[in-house]
């Protein structure tokens, strides 16, 4: 009698491997794998047939903040975005070691080794300064006789390739795939015109990609001059000079207990004098607030909820990004349990406002906001973080608030209200509430909410096409050279 599968298993999650279609290991992911890409259109090289050298792990030093722009530059994980692009409008981090052995040069191919982030790759090209990598990346130096750099990069970013990745990786705490391992890899090598052809559709992509993107961020970057222009509040011209940046201040005009620089440099002083100079009237943010309250962090989840708590997705201040949208990738979301007593006054409504009240780094204060939609409401039990606040406001257009404190933080006010202790900012809550909120008629404030938010939709729009773009240029690559 044959083996009859127990009707609670799913069909779709069994298969037979024959013995020949075994490679190496023994896994259901592999063996899948393999499975599909015994078809290719072009015959397979292994990646370690086609290297110049040995691959190399990279240097593990410590970064440290680069301030000059022609320093050399330590390429890390975290400088690789999903494509492959390393952005030179960052500074990133360099190191107070650098030895020749981890210095990049043309074409050298980096791959990440281990983390949430395995297998992500990047091809280093001349730039103005020097370039070296981190520990967790592997460098790979492709024979051109062999093969094309840049085809083999384009590879790495086909879904195919990361089909491989998911497949080969150790599962564990640290996902993890080594150097021997990636020389197992296998590629459909065409000749050199079908390669050159693939890396121009690329790299065609690539640049109808950044177009988009360079559109976009031009489309968001103008929504503070119209704010301002909208408000009548004409910023003070920037000066850099040292004659004017030493200034003194009376001691009859200091308050509170602060005695610094920030707080009473000139140009926040100007700020805050063309905020209140605007065409309409002024009044404190603290006088539309009637609630506010500060996060709590609860206790890690269980297999079982305690009485009295409930299981909250918590929000971070990581999760507010650099356009004050609330970021969530909910598988990375954390979920804690929060005291009910605690949540009942955390409970989070529609428009409700999130500041982020601590945290930062010496080039990113604190003060970034965000504000909560339904859609997010409609799936989750919200809680956040002990370094956010939440406020709560009437008598305001909360959206039109909204894009005003996002203004003020852009344009250096929020900058001045935060202290620093230890390594860690923080806003100090009293300044932050007492700063001066521009209010025009309620028409006005809806006229602009409805200008900003489509400026918002309309980059957004251009940065899903760019992507778009992309992906539709990979999916015809993969048909040329696997056929799928």
């Given at each position: 009698?044959?083996?009859?599968?127990?009707?609670?298993?799913?069909?779709?999650?069994?298969f037979?491997?024959?013995?020949?279609?075994?490679?190496g290991?023994?896994d259901?992911?592999?063996?899948?794998?393999?499975?599909?890409?015994?078809?290719?259109?072009?015959p397979?090289?292994?990646l370690?047939?086609?290297l110049?050298?040995?691959?190399q792990?990279?240097?593990?030093?410590?970064?440290?903040?680069?301030?000059?722009?022609?320093?050399?530059?330590?390429i890390?994980?975290?400088?690789?975005?999903?494509?492959?692009?390393?952005s030179?409008?960052?500074?990133?981090?360099?190191?107070?070691?650098i030895e020749?052995?981890?210095?990049?040069?043309e074409?050298?191919?980096l791959?990440?080794?281990?983390?949430?982030?395995?297998?992500?790759?990047?091809?280093?090209?001349?730039?103005?300064y020097?370039?070296?990598?981190a520990?967790?990346?592997?460098?790979?130096?492709?024979?051109?006789?062999?093969?094309?750099?840049?085809?083999?990069f384009?590879f790495?970013?086909s879904?195919?390739?990361?089909?491989?990745?998911?497949?080969i990786?150790?599962?564990?705490?640290?996902?993890?795939?080594?150097?021997?391992?990636?020389?197992s890899?296998?590629?459909?090598?065409?000749?050199?015109d079908?390669?050159?052809?693939?890396?121009?559709?690329?790299?065609?992509?690539?640049?109808?990609?950044?177009?988009?993107?360079?559109?976009?961020q031009?489309l968001?970057?103008?929504?503070d001059?119209?704010?301002?222009?909208?408000?009548?509040?004409?910023?003070?011209?920037?000066?850099?000079?040292?004659?004017?940046?030493?200034?003194?201040?009376?001691?009859?005009?200091?308050?509170?207990?602060?005695?610094?620089?920030?707080?009473?440099?000139?140009q926040?002083?100007q700020?805050?004098?063309s905020i209140?100079a605007a065409?309409?009237?002024t009044?404190?943010l603290?006088?539309?607030?009637?609630?506010?309250c500060?996060?709590?962090?609860?206790?890690?989840?269980?297999?079982?909820?305690?009485?009295?708590?409930?299981?909250?997705?918590?929000?971070?201040?990581?999760?507010?990004d650099?356009?004050y949208?609330?970021n969530i990738?909910?598988?990375?979301?954390?979920?804690?349990l929060i005291?009910?007593?605690?949540l009942?006054?955390?409970?989070?409504?529609?428009?409700?406002?999130?500041?982020?009240?601590?945290?930062g780094?010496d080039?990113?204060?604190?003060?970034?906001?965000?504000?909560?939609?339904?859609d997010?409401?409609?799936?989750?039990?919200?809680?956040?973080s002990n370094?956010?606040?939440?406020?709560?406001v009437?008598g305001?257009?909360?959206?039109?608030l909204?894009?005003?404190?996002?203004?003020?933080?852009?344009?250096?006010?929020?900058?001045?209200?935060?202290?620093?202790?230890?390594g860690?900012r923080?806003?100090?809550l009293?300044?932050?509430l007492?700063?001066?909120?521009v209010?025009?008629p309620?028409?006005?404030?809806q006229?602009?909410?409805d200008?900003?938010?489509?400026?918002?939709?309309?980059?957004?729009?251009?940065q899903?096409?760019g992507?778009?773009?992309?992906?539709?240029?990979?999916?015809?690559?993969?048909?040329m050279?696997?056929?799928?």
């Amino acid at each position: 009698m044959s083996y009859q599968v127990p009707q609670h298993i799913s069909n779709d999650k069994i298969f037979i491997v024959n013995r020949s279609e075994i490679k190496g290991r023994l896994d259901p992911k592999m063996a899948l794998y393999n499975r599909k890409v015994q078809n290719w259109l072009y015959p397979k090289v292994r990646l370690k047939d086609i290297l110049l050298s040995k691959p190399q792990y990279g240097a593990a030093e410590s970064g440290i903040i680069r301030n000059d722009p022609m320093s050399p530059r330590y390429i890390r994980i975290t400088d690789i975005d999903e494509y492959g692009l390393i952005s030179h409008d960052d500074l990133g981090a360099t190191a107070n070691t650098i030895e020749d052995q981890y210095i990049l040069h043309e074409n050298d191919i980096l791959i990440a080794r281990s983390g949430a982030t395995v297998g992500k790759a990047y091809i280093h090209k001349a730039c103005p300064y020097t370039c070296f990598f981190a520990g967790y990346l592997i460098r790979f130096i492709i024979n051109p006789i062999k093969a094309l750099p840049d085809y083999v990069f384009t590879f790495t970013q086909s879904n195919t390739y990361k089909e491989w990745v998911n497949a080969i990786q150790r599962p564990s705490g640290q996902p993890n795939i080594n150097a021997e391992e990636y020389q197992s890899l296998e590629i459909p090598l065409p000749p050199s015109d079908i390669q050159n052809e693939v890396v121009s559709i690329i790299q065609i992509a690539y640049s109808e990609k950044q177009e988009k993107e360079s559109e976009a961020q031009k489309l968001l970057e103008s929504i503070d001059t119209y704010l301002l222009n909208e408000l009548g509040i004409i910023l003070p011209e920037s000066k850099t000079d040292l004659i004017d940046r030493v200034f003194y201040v009376s001691y009859n005009n200091l308050t509170g207990k602060r005695l610094d620089p920030k707080k009473y440099s000139l140009q926040v002083q100007q700020l805050l004098d063309s905020i209140n100079a605007a065409r309409f009237e002024t009044r404190t943010l603290r006088s539309f607030v009637r609630d506010s309250c500060s996060g709590d962090w609860g206790i890690e989840e269980s297999d079982t909820i305690p009485k009295g708590y409930t299981r909250c997705l918590t929000l971070r201040a990581t999760e507010i990004d650099n356009q004050y949208n609330l970021n969530i990738d909910i598988s990375k979301a954390k979920h804690r349990l929060i005291k009910d007593e605690r949540l009942e006054r955390m409970n989070m409504s529609e428009n409700d406002i999130i500041v982020e009240k601590s945290g930062g780094s010496d080039d990113q204060p604190v003060g970034r906001v965000a504000i909560i939609d339904k859609d997010l409401l409609k799936s989750y039990t919200i809680a956040f973080s002990n370094f956010l606040m939440k406020i709560k406001v009437s008598g305001i257009n909360p959206d039109y608030l909204y894009c005003f404190l996002k203004t003020m933080y852009n344009i250096g006010v929020t900058g001045s209200m935060q202290s620093q202790t230890n390594g860690i900012r923080n806003l100090i809550l009293d300044e932050f509430l007492s700063q001066p909120i521009v209010v025009p008629p309620s028409e006005k404030q809806q006229e602009i909410v409805d200008s900003v938010y489509a400026m918002r939709e309309k980059a957004k729009s251009l940065q899903e096409e760019g992507k778009n773009i992309l992906e539709q240029a990979k999916r015809e690559v993969e048909r040329m050279i696997i056929g799928q």
